[in-house]
């Protein structure tokens, strides 16, 4: 074989392998997926799904034992009675031990697309959604299918499951609310918009939130599906995440920044702030004493209930598109372009550890 | 610089145009031919470029002058600048239309894995990027079903629990056709086809193999890809169909006559300006004997 034909060759394995790196099937673009028990902290992000130590990051074990190019995972798992459920986007979702993450229960294999949101467990299920447009109802000794229910678009965010139903946000504009046991669709809500945040539940007056892409804060009752209230203004930008309760007011962000307050009956609007940046990740409740924005370029702010303003500000090193997780006195900040994969901080806005598998 | 300039206008028109037609799968095919379109003179070009380029290479007389003077390259390089411009051959005319080609496929590949963004941090990112008068509110979400495919997903035909990559298999296929009826006629022996059946044979492989583990949006790029390329050579007559399918009459070769007269004064004629320094390459007599014989016209 002559000299340029080698040559060619080589330019064409380098041409597919440059073109693999920017769009393998199983690669996307994401944040990492955490999740918090009491020991440890469960983060799902490219290739693995590491299990770390929960004061100090230490990395204990990681699933699987060698990572491989075709799988990658960025949903945060639930972890319950001593075992992890959680999905990839090789179309697999898997009950691993949490002693041992290598130890696989069961997979389940029937979907035919990514798992891209943490599941919700509600009783002997766990209700898992899917971007093949399903969300399946597996059952959780046997990792087989209970129920499923076929939507039109995929499904990205965590299920809400409250009594006999569970509340889905879909990206046909509706927010569904299913039947729990047999995943029979009982209702659905107009939204104007893509809802990509799971909705909001108030069980003190039975009313759900949700915000969507379509500029709208929406409040519905979800025993009869019928809308209380809706929110939206002219400046009011998109929404992407859940709102919060707090002292008797709903809070949320939009993408501009704009932090809002509601009357959670009403729907009247109590007051407005501004974060001062773009915010895709909301705002989180600490302790129902305050609660933190974190900004997209990696401003977070603790803003305390009464003064409605700022109490303290750190810059985490990287961006945030996702929620932070206040668990007791740490607060878990996932981050994407960064030297690591998720930084920590106490509730007073001291640094702590940070982790990325290469440290 | 490179986002505002190329993918972000070809994503929104991407978008723009799913729109309209309400289904990504088509908006991907309509967008890939109103691309191949645009491109369309520039195509053309390098197209005939490359045809004058092997006309002149299949010609016995050039190939006998490039033999003649097989030792001195600055003589042989004279020559084939002197025939280059007799002929108003551009040696780069095939490069600069690829070149130019070249960022917008890139382009084009970017917008689609854009436009099929799948989780909230590509939303987001798609979200920046549309234009104001296209209110992303009505456009999101994409549909990504298409026929039986998702097309966020490696495409798969599933038959019960076997699933079979056809728009992979079609995009080899079409890969193999369109390296097939483009490959230049060369001698089997010389380096040229050497490289050509290499290329014939990886490029498709390659295509495949790419198509099958990318997401279905981008093979069905490929495909469509493929398919007006072939479409565009056959339109201007280039296609050698009986390549593919044994059966159809072979539109043999050339031209190449017509391509350079007798030039033997012209060859001369460089000969005696730029006489050779050391060995002057004497016609064998075999060649000599082929030169004296009549020619046969066809």
């Given amino acids: 074989m002559n000299k340029k034909v080698i040559k060619l060759m080589v330019l064409l394995v380098l041409a597919g392998a440059i073109l693999t790196g920017c769009a393998a099937g199983v690669r996307a673009e994401s944040t990492p997926g955490v999740t918090v028990t009491e020991d440890y902290?469960?983060?799902?992000?490219?290739?693995?799904?590491?299990?770390?130590?929960?004061?100090?990051?230490?990395?204990?074990?990681?699933?699987?034992?060698k990572p491989s190019a075709n799988l990658a995972m960025y949903a945060?798992?639930?972890?319950?009675?001593?075992?992890?459920?959680?999905?990839?986007?090789?179309?697999?979702?898997?009950?691993?031990?949490?002693?041992?993450?290598?130890?696989?229960?069961?997979?389940?294999?029937?979907?035919?697309?990514?798992?891209?949101?943490?599941?919700?467990?509600?009783?002997?299920?766990?209700?898992?959604?899917?971007?093949?447009?399903?969300?399946?109802?597996?059952?959780?000794e046997s990792g087989t299918q209970t129920w499923v229910y076929n939507g039109e678009y995929a499904f990205i965010a965590q299920p809400v499951v409250v009594g006999d139903k569970v509340i889905v946000s879909a990206q046909d504009h509706h927010i569904l609310v299913l039947n729990g046991a047999t995943g029979e669709e009982l209702y659905r809500v107009e939204t104007t918009g893509m809802v990509l945040a799971p909705p909001l539940y108030d069980p003190e007056t039975d009313s759900v939130f949700v915000g969507s892409l379509g500029r709208q804060m929406i409040s519905f009752t979800l025993a009869t599906g019928e809308v209380n209230w809706t929110y939206g203004t002219d400046d009011l930008a998109t929404i992407w995440a859940t709102p919060i309760i707090l002292d008797e007011q709903l809070i949320f962000t939009d993408k501009n920044g704009k932090i809002i307050a509601l009357n959670p009956e009403t729907g009247e609007e109590l007051w407005q702030n501004h974060a001062g940046g773009t915010v895709i990740a909301g705002a989180t409740l600490v302790d129902d004493k305050?609660?933190?924005?974190?900004?997209?370029?990696g401003t977070m702010s603790y803003y305390s209930s009464e003064l409605q303003g700022g109490d303290w500000t750190v810059t985490v090193p990287g961006n945030i598109y996702s929620k932070p997780i206040v668990d007791g006195d740490q607060i878990f900040v996932p981050v994407v372009k960064a030297d690591a994969f998720i930084y920590t901080y106490s509730i007073t806005g001291v640094p702590g550890w940070s982790f990325s598998p290469s440290n | 610089m490179w986002e505002t300039i190329i993918v972000q206008p070809f994503t929104n028109l991407l978008l723009l145009i799913t729109m309209l037609v309400?289904?990504?799968?088509?908006?991907?095919?309509?967008?890939?031919?109103?691309?191949?379109?645009?491109?369309?003179?520039?195509?053309?070009?390098?197209?005939?470029s490359s045809m004058a380029m092997q006309d002149l290479q299949n010609d016995p007389k050039y190939k006998k002058m490039m033999e003649k003077y097989k030792g001195d390259r600055e003589k042989t390089a004279e020559i084939q600048m002197k025939v280059y411009k007799e002929k108003g051959v551009n040696p780069f005319g095939s490069c600069l239309p690829t070149l130019i080609q070249l960022p917008i496929i890139i382009g084009l590949y970017q917008s689609i894995m854009r436009v099929m963004a799948s989780t909230p941090l590509e939303l987001v990112k798609l979200e920046r990027i549309v234009y104001p008068f296209l209110d992303v509110n009505k456009i999101l979400p994409i549909q990504n079903h298409f026929l039986w495919m998702d097309l966020g997903q490696p495409e798969r035909l599933w038959i019960g629990n076997i699933g079979i990559p056809v728009l992979a298999i079609l995009v080899l296929i079409t890969t193999y056709i369109q390296s097939k009826i483009m490959q230049p006629p060369t001698q089997s022996n010389d380096q040229g086809a050497a490289m050509s059946n290499s290329m014939m044979m990886m490029m498709p492989v390659m295509m495949g193999w790419m198509a099958y583990?990318?997401?279905?949006?981008?093979?069905?790029?490929?495909?469509?890809?493929?398919?007006?390329?072939?479409?565009?050579?056959?339109?201007?007559?280039?296609?050698?169909?009986?390549?593919?399918?044994p059966w159809v009459e072979s539109k043999e070769q050339p031209k190449t006559a017509a391509v350079i007269e007798d030039d033997d004064e012209d060859e001369e004629e460089i000969a005696e300006e730029h006489p050779q320094p050391v060995k002057t390459v004497k016609p064998s007599a075999r060649s000599l004997a082929k030169r004296q014989r009549p020619k046969r016209k066809k």
């Fill in chain 1, 41 to 65: 902290v469960y983060v799902a992000y490219m290739q693995n799904l590491y299990k770390l130590d929960r004061f100090n990051g230490a990395r204990l074990s990681s699933f699987p034992e």
């Fill in chain 1, 76 to 140: 945060a798992p639930v972890v319950e009675d001593g075992y992890i459920y959680f999905g990839d986007l090789a179309n697999d979702f898997r009950k691993v031990s949490e002693e041992n993450l290598n130890q696989v229960v069961w997979t389940f294999e029937d979907a035919k697309g990514w798992y891209q949101s943490k599941p919700a467990l509600d009783g002997n299920l766990v209700i898992v959604p899917c971007t093949d447009r399903n969300v399946y109802a597996i059952d959780k």
């Fill in chain 2, 213 to 245: 583990q990318f997401s279905a949006g981008l093979a069905l790029y490929f495909l469509a890809s493929n398919i007006a390329t072939v479409v565009q050579y056959a339109a201007m007559g280039r296609a050698d169909w009986a390549k593919i399918f």
């Fill in chain 1, 290 to 297: 305050g609660f933190l924005v974190a900004r997209e370029d």
């Fill in chain 2, 22 to 48: 309400k289904n990504f799968g088509i908006a991907i095919i309509l967008f890939t031919l109103l691309i191949k379109l645009i491109t369309y003179p520039l195509t053309s070009k390098q197209l005939k």
